[in-house]
């Protein structure tokens, strides 16, 4: 690419700069500069200062609660979303339209206004709340389920998205080869189309893992917060700040933020991976 | 009927998807608009016109508008130097764009407490300012800036990707200036990216509560936005108001996407 | 070309417009003056009640108008964002102790507990709501022990409330008043509240936010101020209260701000206001909301709705604050052992 272009073929030392000056400072003052006072922070007791607000009993449990609503919900958006993006992208029916546009919606629904369905629609005074509690004995809010829900709301969008675009730019030649030949379609699902689609599901998932992670809105309304119970990281840090315990805030805050930077490098690198794969 | 499904399995399976996604998202917005109206129109419409709502709206509105405008020009122009130029630590910056997207809005606003508080390390350089960042609007602002930053970048990187060099370089040859290339060749093609990003941009920036609730206080009449007004609403009984807001607040920013969605698809249709 | 430069500078001008219309850069003028209020969750109705009333009154005192801002919260978190920098002009807070932080961060600097009454403003009691018609038949604090009884309080770490519920559940226990828990025995009042904590099952931030789980169907009862309660039965709930044999008295303060004052230059009216709140009217008002008033003549008036307790005891029995805030609130403190062993009994 001959950057040299658009400048015109004249000098152009300087004004590059004049570009990229506010740019990384843009970038730098507001993310990294907020991240290193974090940083900073949790370590102001060292290390070992740090895993110890960690393995507080309080606070592990926050971490391991969001840790396994996040992957489960992970889990069931991988399948859900996969399934989804197919009938999206493969099938023609009516409400077609309807459904493409629904899928949009929780990207942009406040995750505060999300709680506030969730607990109208599942909350104990609603109908179908206290059915389930009553007759099969499943809380949803105020309750891990909760969480889950709310988590798969809100990530929803995010391996349906990943996985269309791939799913629509696939050669059908493939799958039709493989039907002549008289394999049932699970099967060619299962051997062609689904290794292709394996990196954008993945990469899809850990996204709306990590940002299943961090989520607050939503589960602060519907989990019910209770320390050691329902209570999550991210509402566990909100309870340190407000309770002045700055150790633990830090902590756990950079515990979160380094669990999401992982992540995303990860998904970063799936996505790599299999960009530089179909470049040759 | 218009369909191309063959066989029970692909029936099974689009009834699958329709049942999940019925429970999963519509059945919670149809529970809410229920909710809204159960105690009547015209005590809804009550909570619609309650002067610490329309406050609230306002304070959010601004918040966004600022937001979008800022996100609008060092979003585009960090896409373009992270796209058009090569440089030491560019790999460091792409990856720290990313980090908003996944970081906890408690996380960002305590982030800017330990900057900002009266502890922080800006705190008392603040206050020699007579500024008010934390627990004042300026602090929320800079939150939502935080929250929203990757959404400008990302739109626009694509579409910087994919701009036609022939045009530029045709035009630098018949010696125009950059200024004048940068405007009738360039921004012609980046137009429908940038009014996306700045629609979704401003979509999060109205939804933003986690990171302004540490950071602003939600104090009423002053840092008090939509999402924080449904969340003392709630706190304070006041359920029409609390569902009719997050009605407001919701279809508001549905639309917006919606809006924006459109926009795109006639973008690929031309 | 030209058209476009004229549409950034009207971009640029709009958001400057906006950023420079936010609130904070107002200044107080001569007729125009604003206070900003941080209470505790419990009180937000009757404030919401005297507040206007209070505009009225200064308008014709002095011809001035006063806007306020409120803010409620959990009295220790909204005692700890007014040291982080919020800069409220008066706090009205749940306890002596979250005044105190204020002050020892050096914000307050006069002798706020020689305004009246040593600056305690409200009072009410700590009690029980259970459900319509007492189904588990709730009548004092021997009964919280009850296996399979849901309890809902709120945490310490950051309500008030839940702080007074400690300290009445404990001091009752100690003080011999409880069936079956010898009195003055440290261990047994101990036991007694590690007992009482494992039947907790949902602890929020504020007092306000545990009312209202219990409303949501949450729990058999919710241990809470006597005027949440009763507010909570005002706006149509259906739980009852039921009033132990034996409680804490919960004493509220309210101070002014010295730094906030001294900045917004809003001392005069932060003063008239504090002083207002112990006036019959406002008084009056804190009434009708449920809270127990230190004004004598409304409290004679109100005495059928607050029936007196047989034993009531207030902090000093523990001694004060200070050795409460060390001895069992502190990092070692008996409250964080007796959650510690609650919670760890019940995995």
């Given at each position: 690419?001959?950057?040299?272009?658009?400048?015109?073929?004249?000098?152009?030392?300087?004004?590059?700069?004049?570009?990229?000056?506010?740019?990384?400072?843009?970038?730098?003052?507001?993310?990294?500069?907020?991240?290193?006072?974090?940083?900073?922070?949790?370590?102001?007791?060292?290390?070992?200062?740090?895993?110890?607000?960690?393995?507080?009993?309080?606070?592990?449990?926050?971490?391991?609660?969001?840790?396994?609503?996040?992957?489960?919900?992970?889990?069931?958006?991988?399948?859900?979303?996969?399934?989804?993006?197919?009938?999206?992208?493969?099938?023609?029916?009516?409400?077609?339209?309807?459904?493409n546009?629904?899928?949009?919606?929780?990207?942009?629904?406040?995750?505060?206004?999300?709680?506030?369905?969730?607990?109208?629609?599942?909350?104990?005074?609603?109908?179908?709340?206290?059915?389930?509690?009553?007759?099969?004995?499943?809380?949803?809010?105020?309750?891990?389920?909760?969480?889950?829900?709310?988590?798969?709301f809100?990530?929803?969008?995010?391996?349906?998205?990943?996985?269309?675009?791939?799913?629509?730019?696939?050669?059908?030649?493939?799958?039709?080869?493989?039907?002549?030949?008289?394999?049932?379609?699970?099967?060619?699902?299962?051997?062609?189309?689904?290794?292709?689609?394996?990196?954008?599901?993945?990469?899809?998932?850990?996204?709306?893992?990590s940002?299943?992670?961090?989520?607050?809105?939503?589960?602060?309304?519907?989990?019910?917060?209770?320390?050691?119970k329902?209570?999550?990281?991210?509402?566990y840090?909100?309870?340190?700040?407000e309770?002045?315990?700055?150790?633990?805030?830090?902590?756990?805050?950079?515990?979160?933020?380094?669990?999401?930077?992982?992540?995303?490098?990860?998904?970063?690198?799936?996505?790599?991976?299999?960009?530089?794969?179909?470049?040759? | 009927?218009?369909?191309?499904?063959?066989?029970?399995?692909?029936?099974?399976?689009?009834?699958?998807?329709?049942?999940?996604?019925?429970?999963?998202?519509?059945?919670?917005?149809?529970?809410?608009?229920?909710?809204?109206?159960?105690?009547?129109?015209?005590?809804a419409?009550?909570?619609?016109?309650?002067?610490?709502?329309?406050?609230?709206?306002?304070?959010?509105?601004?918040?966004?508008?600022?937001?979008?405008?800022?996100?609008?020009?060092?979003?585009?122009?960090?896409?373009?130097?992270?796209?058009?130029?090569?440089?030491?630590?560019?790999?460091?910056?792409?990856?720290?764009?990313?980090?908003?997207?996944?970081?906890?809005?408690?996380?960002?606003?305590?982030?800017?407490?330990?900057?900002f508080?009266?502890?922080?390390?800006?705190?008392?350089?603040?206050?020699?300012?007579n500024?008010?960042v934390?627990?004042?609007?300026?602090?929320?602002?800079?939150?939502?800036?935080f929250?929203?930053?990757?959404?400008?970048?990302?739109?626009?990187?694509?579409?910087?990707?994919?701009?036609?060099?022939?045009?530029?370089?045709?035009?630098?040859?018949?010696?125009?200036?950059?200024?004048?290339?940068f405007?009738?060749?360039?921004?012609?093609?980046l137009?429908?990216?940038?009014?996306?990003?700045?629609?979704l941009?401003?979509?999060?920036?109205?939804?933003?509560?986690?990171?302004v609730?540490v950071?602003?206080?939600g104090?009423?009449?002053?840092?008090?936005?939509?999402?924080?007004?449904?969340?003392?609403s709630?706190?304070e009984?006041?359920?029409?108001?609390?569902?009719?807001?997050?009605?407001?607040?919701g279809?508001?920013?549905v639309?917006?996407?919606?809006?924006?969605d459109?926009?795109?698809?006639?973008?690929?249709?031309? | 070309?030209?058209?476009?430069?004229?549409?950034?500078?009207?971009?640029?001008?709009?958001?400057a417009?906006?950023?420079?219309?936010?609130?904070?850069?107002?200044q107080?003028?001569?007729?125009?003056?604003?206070?900003?209020l941080?209470?505790?969750?419990?009180?937000?109705?009757?404030y919401?009640?005297?507040?206007?009333?209070?505009?009225?009154?200064?308008?014709?005192?002095?011809?001035?108008?006063?806007?306020?801002?409120?803010s409620?919260?959990?009295?220790?978190?909204?005692?700890?964002?007014?040291?982080?920098?919020?800069?409220?002009?008066?706090?009205?807070?749940?306890?002596?102790?979250?005044?105190?932080?204020?002050?020892?961060?050096?914000?307050?600097?006069?002798?706020?507990?020689?305004?009246?009454n040593q600056?305690?403003?409200?009072?009410?009691?700590?009690?029980?709501?259970v459900?319509e018609?007492?189904p588990?038949?709730?009548?004092?604090?021997?009964?919280?022990?009850?296996?399979?009884l849901?309890?809902?309080?709120?945490?310490?770490?950051?309500?008030?409330?839940?702080?007074?519920?400690?300290?009445?559940?404990?001091?009752?226990?100690?003080?011999?008043?409880?069936?079956?828990?010898?009195?003055?025995?440290?261990?047994?009042?101990?036991?007694?509240?590690?007992?009482?904590?494992?039947?907790?099952?949902?602890?929020?931030?504020?007092?306000?936010?545990?009312?209202?789980?219990?409303?949501?169907?949450?729990?058999?009862?919710?241990?809470?101020y006597?005027?949440?309660i009763?507010?909570?039965?005002?706006?149509?709930?259906?739980?009852?209260?039921?009033?132990?044999?034996s409680?804490?008295?919960?004493?509220?303060?309210?101070?002014?701000?010295?730094?906030?004052?001294?900045?917004?230059?809003?001392?005069?009216?932060?003063?008239?206001?504090?002083?207002?709140?112990?006036?019959?009217?406002?008084?009056?008002?804190?009434?009708?909301?449920?809270?127990?008033?230190?004004?004598?003549?409304?409290?004679?008036?109100?005495?059928?709705?607050?029936?007196?307790?047989?034993?009531?005891?207030?902090?000093?029995?523990?001694?004060?604050?200070d050795v409460?805030?060390?001895?069992?609130?502190?990092?070692?403190?008996?409250?964080?052992?007796?959650?510690?062993t609650?919670?760890?009994?019940?995995?």
């Open positions: 690419m001959d950057l040299t272009l658009i400048q015109g073929g004249r000098k152009t030392g300087l004004s590059k700069w004049f570009l990229r000056v506010p740019a990384l400072l843009y970038v730098t003052l507001m993310i990294l500069v907020p991240l290193i006072v974090i940083v900073e922070d949790g370590f102001r007791a060292g290390l070992s200062g740090l895993i110890h607000q960690i393995s507080v009993p309080i606070a592990q449990h926050a971490i391991l609660l969001t840790l396994w609503t996040a992957a489960l919900m992970t889990l069931i958006n991988a399948i859900m979303g996969l399934a989804t993006a197919y009938v999206l992208v493969r099938y023609e029916f009516p409400g077609k339209q309807l459904l546009a629904i899928v949009d919606l929780p990207l942009s629904i406040p995750t505060l206004v999300t709680g506030v369905m969730l607990v109208m629609l599942y909350g104990p005074q609603s109908a179908l709340g206290a059915f389930l509690s009553e007759k099969i004995g499943l809380d949803i809010i105020f309750a891990p389920p909760g969480i889950v829900v709310a988590l798969l809100i990530s929803f969008p995010f391996v349906v998205r990943t996985i269309q675009p791939v799913l629509m730019n696939l050669d059908l030649t493939q799958e039709e080869a493989a039907a002549t030949l008289g394999a049932k379609p699970w099967y060619t699902f299962r051997k062609v189309v689904l290794p292709t689609l394996l990196p954008p599901l993945l990469s899809g998932s850990l996204l709306s893992f940002r299943a992670v961090g989520e607050f809105g939503a589960v602060v309304i519907v989990a019910g917060n209770i320390p050691l329902t209570q999550t990281a991210a509402v840090v909100l309870g340190a700040v309770s002045e315990n700055r150790l633990g805030a830090s902590a756990v805050s950079l515990l979160l933020l380094t669990i999401a930077i992982l992540v995303l490098m990860t998904a970063n690198g799936i996505q790599k991976a299999w960009e530089n794969r179909h470049e040759n | 009927m218009k369909t191309n499904i063959r066989g029970w399995g692909g029936w099974l399976l689009l009834a699958l998807v329709v049942v999940y996604v019925g429970f999963l998202i519509a059945a919670p917005i149809g529970s809410l608009v229920n909710g809204a109206f159960t105690s009547g129109l015209s005590e419409w009550q909570s619609l016109t309650s002067e610490p709502f329309l406050q609230s709206v306002w304070l959010s509105i601004r918040i966004a508008v600022v937001v979008v405008l800022v996100q609008a020009i060092f979003g585009s122009l960090t896409a373009w130097v992270l796209t058009r130029q090569d440089f030491f630590g560019k790999a460091l910056i792409n990856g720290l764009l990313d980090i908003p997207f996944a970081l906890s809005p408690v996380v960002v606003g305590y982030m800017l407490l330990l900057l508080g009266r502890n922080g390390i800006l705190g008392p350089l603040m206050e020699s300012l500024i008010q934390a627990f004042a609007v300026p602090g929320m602002f800079l939150a939502t800036l929250v929203s930053l990757p959404f400008m970048v990302r739109e626009m990187t694509p579409v910087i990707q994919q701009l036609d060099f022939s045009q530029e370089s045709a035009a630098a040859t018949l010696g125009a200036s950059k200024w004048r290339i405007w009738q060749v360039i921004f012609p093609q137009k429908t990216a940038l009014i996306y990003g700045m629609t941009t401003f979509a999060r920036a109205l939804g933003e509560f986690g990171a609730l950071i602003g206080g104090v009423q009449g002053r840092t008090e936005t939509a999402t924080l007004y449904i969340f003392r709630l706190d009984r006041q359920y029409t108001d609390a569902y009719v807001a997050a009605i407001v607040l279809c508001f920013s639309m917006l996407v919606l809006l924006a459109a926009l795109k698809r006639k973008r690929s249709q031309d | 070309m030209k058209s476009k430069i004229r549409i950034l500078v009207l971009l640029a001008l709009i958001a417009t906006l950023a420079a219309c936010s609130p904070a850069t107002e107080p003028s001569g007729d125009q003056v604003s206070l900003i941080a209470a505790y969750t419990t009180p937000r109705e009757a919401g009640e005297i507040i206007p009333l209070f505009q009225t009154y200064w308008l014709e005192k002095t011809g001035q108008d006063v806007t306020f801002e409120e409620y919260l959990g009295s220790g978190a909204q005692s700890r964002a007014v040291v982080e920098g919020f800069e409220a002009d008066v706090v009205a807070l749940s306890l002596e102790a979250d005044v105190n932080r204020i002050q020892q961060a050096g914000l307050i600097t006069h002798d706020w507990k020689t305004v009246e600056g305690v403003v409200t009072t009410s009691i700590v009690s029980l709501a459900r018609v007492n588990k038949g709730i009548s004092d604090w021997a009964d919280l022990t009850q296996p399979g849901e309890i809902l309080t709120p945490n310490p770490n950051t309500s008030g409330g839940a702080m007074w519920n400690v300290l009445a559940i404990y001091g009752t226990a100690l003080r011999g008043e409880i069936e079956g828990v010898p009195g003055d025995d440290p261990d047994a009042a101990f036991t007694f509240l590690t007992q009482v904590l494992q039947n907790v099952s949902v602890m929020d931030k504020a007092a306000r936010d545990s009312i209202l789980n219990f409303e949501m169907g949450i729990g058999d009862l919710a241990i809470t006597e005027n949440e009763l507010v909570g039965q005002q706006s149509g709930q259906t739980y009852e209260r039921v009033i132990p044999s409680t804490i008295l919960i004493q509220n303060p309210v101070a002014l701000v010295d730094a906030s004052v001294e900045k917004h230059g809003t001392r005069e009216v932060a003063e008239a206001f504090v002083e207002f709140l112990f006036t019959s009217e406002a008084q009056e008002i804190f009434a009708q909301h449920g809270l127990r008033v230190v004004n004598q003549e409304i409290a004679a008036q109100t005495e059928s709705e607050y029936p007196p307790v047989g034993d009531l005891f207030t902090v000093e029995y523990f001694g004060g604050w409460i805030m060390d001895e069992i609130f502190g990092e070692n403190g008996i409250y964080n052992l007796a959650i510690a609650a919670q760890g009994d019940a995995h």
